[in-house]
C-alpha cells in the first residue's frame, strides 16, 4: 500500500501536460528536447508485448512492399482448372472461386490495409491538426463555429457516415482515403484543440508571446510540440481503425474494387461458402484479427511509453 | 436538472437538422443519381422516364425546395416511399425491422455490461495474476477485432466444431445467442478495460484502506465500496457504446441473417435510396443523442457531485 500511494498522489497533478513542459522548458538544448522522446523509446522497448506488435506490423509492412516478389502466384488471374482447392501444397491457403490462390490475394491484401491504415492517417492529421490549432488559438467566433461544426459531425456514428459517402462516391481506394479523411479529422481536432486552449496560458507561452513572438512561432514552436505526444497516440489508434473501416466497407462491397483483393472483401465474399469453404473466409479473418492485435499491443505500448501515468 | 433535460432536448433540433442537412448534400453533391442507380440489376430508363420518375419523386424541384420539404414532412413522421422498395413507404420498414435490431442491440448490451463489469472486477482484484491476464486479454480481443472477423470465427467455433448453435436465422432464442454475444464482445472488452483501471484507481484510496483497517471482509469491500464508485465513470461509455452497437449490427445481421435494420443501412445507400438514407440516418442520430442524454442524466443521478 505504502507503494502505490504515490502513484496516485502524481496521477492527480495535471496528467498528460507535465511531461512536454519538461522536455519544452528549455527549447534551445537539445539534450532535454530529445529526453522524453528517448525515455519512451527505452520504456516501449522494455515491454514484450509491444515490441512483438510492433515486430508483426514491421513484418506486414514489409509483404506489403515486397508483395511482388512473395507472393507465388497472380492474385488476379484465374485458373478455371483448379477452383475451390482446399489447402494443399501447391496452394498453401487454398483457392477461391475463380481458382486464383488465395495466400497471394492475402500477401497483396496486405498492401491495401497497410497502405489505408498510414495514407488515412496522414490526411487526418493534415485536416485535424490544423483545424484544432486555428480553433484553440485564435479562440472566438472562428473557434465556435468550428466546436459547433465538430459537434455535429461527432453525432455522426463514423462508420455509417462512411459507409454513406462511400456508396455516394462509389468504391476505390482513394475514395476510401477521402472517405475516411473526411470523417476522420473530428476526433483530432477536438484532441489539438483542447491541448492547444491549455498550452497556450502556460507560462513558457506567455514567456514567449512577451518576448515578441509572432503567432505562427507561438504555434509551431511552442505549442505544437507539447501537443505532439497525445497527437502520436491518437494517430497509433488511427491507423489500425482506418484498417478496420477499409475491411468493414469492403465486406458490404462498398470499399475497394475487385479485382484487386483486400482482407475484408475476402471475408465478405466467401462468408456464405462458410461451412462449405471455410478456408477462403477464416484465413483472411485471422489475417485481420492479428493486424488489429498487432497494432492495438503496439498502440497500447506506445501510450504507456510517452505517458506512463496513464496506465 | 429539468433546466437541463430541457436544454438538451432543444439542442437535439439544430442538431438533427445539421445531420440532416449533411446528409443531404452529401447525396446531392456526389455524382450519379438515384434514377441511374449503382446497385446491381438496374433498369436503364429512357430519358422520357427518367424525366416523369424525377417529377413524380420531386426530384426535379430545386434542392433547397426539396429539402424544405422534407423536413416538413419528417416532423410529421412521414419519411415518403422507398425509391428501392417501390410498394412500401420508409416508416412501414422502419417499424417491422427497428424493433428487431433494438431488441438484438439490447441483449448484446445487456450482455456487455454484465460480463464486462464482472471481467473487470476480476481483473483489477486478481491484478497482474493469471485471472487478470485472461480478462485484458479477452478484452482486447474483443476491442480490437473487427465483429464480423469475430462471427466468422463464432461461427466456425461454436456451429460447425462444437454444433451448439445454428449458423443463422431469427426463428428461437437459440438463434439469438451468437448474434448477441458477437455483437456484445466488443463493447464488453471496452467497459472490462475501463472497470478495471477505474477499480484499480479505487481501491489504491485512502477510504478503502480505511474500511480495510477497520476489519471489513475482503468481499464486501470490493463489492460495496469499490465497485460503488468505479462504476461512475463507466456510466459514461455506455453512450458511445450505443453506437457501436448500432453500426456493429449491421455486419452481425447480415452474418447471421438477422432482418433487422442493418440491412438497409448499406442496401439503401447503395441503391441510392434518399428517402430510406435520411430516415435511417436520422433514427440512428435521434436514437444515439437521446441514449447519450439519458447517460448524462443518469450520470447526475448517481453521482451527487454532479449538478447541471
Not at chain 1, 473530428?186 to 513558457?204: C, G, H, N, P, Y
Not at chain 2, 466488443?186 to 477510504?207: C, H, K, N, Q, W
Request: glycine share 10%; hydrophobic share 50%.
Amino acid at each position: 500500500m505504502a507503494l502505490s500511494t504515490p502513484a496516485s498522489d502524481t496521477s492527480l497533478s495535471t496528467p498528460g501536460s507535465s511531461a512536454p513542459i519538461g522536455a519544452l522548458a528549455s527549447p534551445g538544448t537539445e539534450l532535454r528536447g530529445s529526453s522524453l522522446w528517448r525515455d519512451a523509446w527505452r520504456r516501449l522497448i522494455r515491454n514484450k508485448l509491444a515490441v512483438a506488435g510492433g515486430l508483426t506490423v514491421l513484418l506486414l509492412c514489409l509483404v506489403a512492399v515486397f508483395a511482388d516478389f512473395i507472393a507465388p502466384y497472380s492474385y488476379t488471374k484465374p485458373n478455371f482448372g483448379r477452383i475451390y482447392e482446399f489447402p494443399s501444397r501447391d496452394f498453401p491457403l487454398g483457392t477461391d472461386q475463380l481458382g486464383r490462390d488465395v495466400l497471394s490475394r492475402m500477401i497483396y491484401g496486405a498492401r491495401v490495409s497497410m497502405l489505408v491504415g498510414l495514407g488515412a492517417q496522414v490526411i487526418v492529421v493534415l485536416i485535424g491538426v490544423p483545424i484544432g490549432l486555428i480553433s484553440g488559438f485564435l479562440g472566438g467566433r472562428v473557434d465556435l463555429f468550428l466546436t459547433r461544426f465538430v459537434d455535429v459531425m461527432y453525432a455522426f456514428p463514423q462508420l455509417l457516415f462512411v459507409i454513406l459517402v462511400m456508396s455516394m462516391l462509389g468504391a476505390g481506394l482513394t475514395n476510401i482515403f477521402i472517405a475516411i479523411g473526411f470523417t476522420g479529422w473530428v476526433r483530432i481536432a477536438r484532441l489539438t484543440r483542447a491541448q492547444v486552449l491549455s498550452l497556450k496560458e502556460m507560462e513558457f507561452v506567455e514567456g514567449a508571446r512577451a518576448l515578441g513572438a509572432g503567432v505562427f512561432r507561438q504555434v509551431t514552436r511552442h505549442i505544437l510540440p507539447g501537443a505532439l505526444t497525445p497527437i502520436v497516440v491518437c494517430v497509433t489508434f488511427g491507423i489500425p481503425e482506418a484498417i478496420f473501416t477499409e475491411a468493414a466497407l469492403s465486406f458490404i462491397g462498398v470499399g475497394i474494387n475487385p479485382p484487386t483483393p483486400s482482407w475484408g472483401q475476402m471475408v465478405g465474399e466467401n462468408q456464405q461458402f462458410l461451412r462449405s469453404y471455410w478456408y477462403l473466409c477464416v484465413f483472411p479473418s485471422i489475417a485481420i484479427a492479428v493486424t488489429m492485435l498487432s497494432f492495438t499491443f503496439f498502440g497500447d505500448g506506445v501510450r504507456d511509453a510517452l505517458d506512463p501515468k496513464m496506465k | 436538472m429539468l433546466r437541463y433535460t430541457v436544454y438538451r432536448l432543444l439542442w437535439l433540433v439544430p442538431t438533427l437538422l445539421a445531420m440532416a442537412l449533411v446528409t443531404f448534400l452529401v447525396m446531392h453533391a456526389t455524382p450519379g443519381s438515384p434514377l441511374d442507380p449503382v446497385a446491381q440489376d438496374a433498369n436503364p430508363l429512357s430519358p422520357e422516364a427518367q424525366k416523369n420518375l424525377a417529377e413524380a419523386y420531386g426530384l426535379d424541384k430545386p434542392l433547397y425546395e426539396q429539402f424544405g420539404l422534407f423536413v416538413g414532412k419528417a416532423i410529421r413522421g412521414d419519411f415518403g416511399q422507398s425509391f428501392v422498395y417501390k410498394t412500401r413507404t420508409v416508416s412501414e420498414i422502419l417499424v417491422e425491422t427497428f424493433p428487431i435490431s433494438l431488441f438484438l442491440g439490447s441483449m448484446a448490451l445487456a450482455i456487455a455490461v454484465a460480463g464486462g463489469v464482472a471481467l473487470g472486477i476480476l481483473a483489477a482484484v486478481y491484478q497482474n495474476r493469471s485471472w487478470d491476464y485472461l480478462c485484458v486479454s479477452l478484452a482486447t480481443l474483443g476491442v480490437s477485432v473487427p465483429n464480423f472477423v469475430l462471427a466468422v470465427f463464432m461461427i466456425v467455433l461454436f456451429s460447425f466444431v462444437i454444433p451448439l448453435f445454428p449458423t443463422g436465422g431469427w426463428g428461437s432464442p437459440r438463434d439469438w445467442v451468437l448474434p448477441a454475444v458477437t455483437l456484445a464482445l466488443g463493447p464488453l472488452g471496452i467497459i472490462a478495460r475501463f472497470t478495471r483501471s477505474s477499480m484499480v484507481e479505487v481501491i489504491r484510496s485512502d477510504y478503502i484502506r480505511t474500511a480495510r483497517a477497520k476489519g471489513l471482509a475482503e468481499q464486501p469491500v470490493v463489492l460495496k465500496h469499490v465497485l460503488k464508485n468505479a462504476l461512475i465513470p463507466v456510466v459514461t461509455l455506455l453512450g458511445p457504446m450505443f453506437a457501436a452497437v448500432g453500426t456493429g449490427s449491421f455486419f452481425v445481421e447480415s452474418i447471421f441473417r438477422v432482418p433487422g435494420m442493418g440491412r438497409f443501412f448499406v442496401l439503401s445507400m447503395t441503391g441510392r435510396d434518399y428517402p430510406m438514407i435520411m430516415a435511417v440516418v436520422l433514427i440512428y442520430g435521434a436514437f444515439l443523442a437521446l441514449m447519450n442524454l439519458v447517460v448524462d442524466l443518469t450520470y447526475g443521478v448517481i453521482d451527487p457531485r454532479i449538478r447541471y
